[in-house]
């Protein structure tokens, strides 16, 4: 074999390793990333029915959520705007809620008016129940969103801020004002 055919063999035979990019390693199963991906091959609607008939990955995808990471706010944003509006999405908004505590600018961001909007995240419309049965615990979980949000020194976030605020003010004074009827067992003390 002459040198210049085995150099077009050598060539063809490392041509493709060396035309791979690195490893392009898949996204773990059961991370944002691939729930992303997911979404992007399957479509938000049956993704999120999926996942919601499955509880133990309905669990890790609203605990993901609770987090306040972006990548899992990206996932409940997609989700929500395909989501029942109760059972996965209001599982989806609980979680958004929740994660006020842990991530208050992030939420913010994620409060467009589509996927979730304050009054779904930050009021009595859709989270009462979800702060439990005991007044003390749900008034501090109110306060500690509440004490986030105001942290918030995001400009571009202001409007959304003030919004988020407001409602979720206007929760505290429910769940005082109504502390006897959704609390019945801790106002019994």
Not at 127 to 153: K, M, N
Request: proline residues 5%.
């Amino acid at each position: 074999m002459g040198v210049p055919t085995a150099a077009a063999l050598l060539l063809a035979v490392l041509a493709p390793a060396g035309a791979r990019p690195a490893l392009a390693m898949a996204a773990p199963p059961g991370s944002p990333e691939a729930l992303l991906e997911e979404i992007d091959r399957l479509g938000a609607h049956v993704v999120v029915s999926e996942l919601y008939e499955d509880d133990r990955r309905w669990d890790g995808v609203r605990s993901g959520v609770a987090s306040g990471a972006k990548a899992w706010l990206e996932v409940a944003r997609r989700l929500k705007r395909e989501a029942e509006t109760s059972g996965p999405g209001q599982d989806l908004t609980e979680a958004v809620a929740s994660a006020l505590e842990r991530a208050p600018g992030r939420v913010l961001s994620v409060l467009d008016g589509e996927s979730f909007d304050s009054d779904d995240v930050c009021s009595l419309n859709t989270i009462e129940d979800s702060l439990g049965s005991d007044f003390h615990a749900a008034l501090r979980t109110v306060e500690r969103r509440e004490r986030a949000v105001a942290s918030v020194a995001e400009r571009a976030l202001a409007v959304r801020k003030r919004e988020c605020l407001g409602f979720l003010r206007e929760l505290k004074r429910e769940v005082i004002r109504n502390r006897a009827e959704w609390f019945p067992e801790s106002a019994a003390r």
